[in-house]
């Protein structure tokens, strides 16, 4: 029920801030959006689940490339996973059709040999700009956590309380923050 609800402010979020969002095919990106998605290229500073690293954002023609690295290496997840990004899937804009804003965007995920670990097969990546600092936060689904939630009711003079369980899932995110 609490997802539900989640979901359904996150709907109404995005109804009322006009967001658009676009799929991506083969990882390129539109030509009405590639100048304002280009502004974002370059080399970001900050931690992915408490890890030091690079998030380095590329592009190649129209398509995007999304690449980590640290002193470990390539992995994101840091566990010897040879967890990678794959193609571009979607971008989130607002604003006005002439003057577009890139908001967010999401990379394919491969967790590689941790897939039992990180459950969660695309990263989303969401920009925030302020002055003259760019910033990526990251986040990915961990796993979805289950738990059992039951409420009593009274009864009434024909029937005792009863008691009625029902099972929540509740999503657990990995985070990083990035900036440049």
Not at 20 to 32: S, T, Y
Not at 66 to 72: G, I, K, P, Q, V
Not at 76 to 92: E, M, P, Q, W
Not at 148 to 172: A, L, S
Request: charged share 20%; proline share 3%; hydrophobic share 35%.
């Amino acid at each position: 029920m609490k997802i539900a609800k989640i979901l359904l402010a996150g709907v109404a979020l995005l109804a009322v801030a006009g967001c658009k969002v676009v799929d991506i095919k083969n990882g390129r990106v539109p030509d009405a959006y590639l100048s304002k998605a280009k502004q974002y290229e370059g080399i970001y500073k900050g931690t992915f689940n408490g890890i030091p690293g690079e998030l380095i954002l590329t592009f190649e023609g129209s398509k995007a490339v999304l690449t980590y690295r640290n002193a470990m290496g390539t992995d994101i997840l840091n566990n010897n996973c040879a967890s990678s990004f794959g193609n571009l899937t979607k971008v989130y804009i607002t604003g006005k059709k002439t003057n577009p804003n890139l908001d967010a965007v999401e990379f394919a995920f491969n967790s590689g040999r941790c897939s039992l670990m990180v459950q969660g097969r695309s990263m989303y990546v969401d920009f925030k700009e302020k002055n003259g600092v760019t910033k990526l936060s990251l986040s990915i689904l961990r796993e979805m956590r289950q738990r059992r939630e039951c409420r009593w009711y009274q009864g009434d003079h024909d029937n005792p309380p009863f008691q009625v369980c029902n099972w929540v899932q509740d999503p657990v995110y990995i985070y990083g923050n990035f900036a440049r």
